[in-house]
T-cell receptor, first 113, second 112 residues
Framework: NAGVTQTPKFRVLKTGQSMTLLCAQD?????MYWYRQDPGMGLRLIHY???????AKGEVPDGYNVSRLKKQNFLLGLESAAPSQTSVYFC????????????FGPGTRLTVT | EDQVTQSPEALRLQEGESSSLNCSYT??????LFWYRQDPGKGPEFLFT???AGEEKEKERLKATLTKKESFLHITAPKPEDSATYLC?????????????FGQGTTLQVKP
């Protein structure tokens, strides 16, 4: 099992450009999450999904959109990138609604100039 | 407001020098408390889940404990390979979506 994978690993965008980050998991998990990690801020939840076809806003959703068309994939989109979106993005997944651990991907380092 | 605070922010130890990392939390009913390890340039790696006060879990040189207000990650006789950032997170009882609230982490450096 590959677990949680993320594509791409690194990306540089210019202000105003758009891009999509892909997260894939092969553990048949229902729940998937997108976080951003910034120095001194910890991990902050952007959006999450509790199942195929469903999405919901997290703590810092502005400027991002998500889609969960297939159970194994969770996409994070930036329609018009801003320098404030320079960050490291992590995807995570979890099997059920219980107090069980989330499994994280390796991250995508995004720089917006 | 649910909140997690970790201390210290950074910790330097000599190899073999035992110590503890603290995670204080305020949550409206605890469903679970999680410890993760994060190496530079990588995603967080799950270590432990604690569910109720008094619970303890161990893995190699690490032992996690839980009270009603805080959790400790005890590191016994650490080695340089234990150097990493350790993250604490909580899931509130009111959350049925698995959302976690993370602390800012403690960066541990163990010198040989």
């Amino acid at each position: 099992n590959a677990g949680v994978t993320q594509t791409p690993k690194f990306r540089v965008l210019k202000t105003g450009q758009s891009m999509t980050l892909l997260c894939a998991q092969d553990m048949n998990h229902e729940y998937m999450y997108w976080y951003r990690q910034d120095p001194g801020m910890g991990l902050r939840l952007i959006h999450y999904s509790v199942g195929e076809g469903t999405t919901a806003k997290g703590e810092v959703p502005d400027g991002y959109n998500v889609s969960r068309l297939k159970k194994q994939n969770f996409l994070l989109g930036l329609e018009s990138a801003a320098p404030s979106q320079t960050s490291v993005y992590f995807c995570a997944s979890k099997g059920t609604s219980g107090p069980y651990e989330q499994y994280f991907g390796p991250g995508t380092r995004l720089t917006v100039t | 407001e649910d909140q997690v605070t970790q201390s210290p922010e950074a910790l330097r130890l000599q190899e073999g020098e035992s110590s503890s990392l603290n995670c204080s939390y305020t949550v409206s009913g605890l469903r679970g408390l999680f410890w993760y390890r994060q190496d530079p340039g990588k995603g967080p790696e799950f270590l432990f889940t604690l569910y109720s006060a008094g619970e303890e879990k161990e893995k190699e040189r690490l032992k996690a404990t839980l009270t009603k207000k805080e959790s400790f990650l005890h590191i016994t006789a650490p080695k340089p390979e234990d150097s990493a950032t350790y993250l604490c997170a909580v899931q509130a009882r009111s959350s049925n979506t698995g959302k976690l609230i993370f602390g800012q982490g403690t960066t541990l450096q163990v010198k040989p």
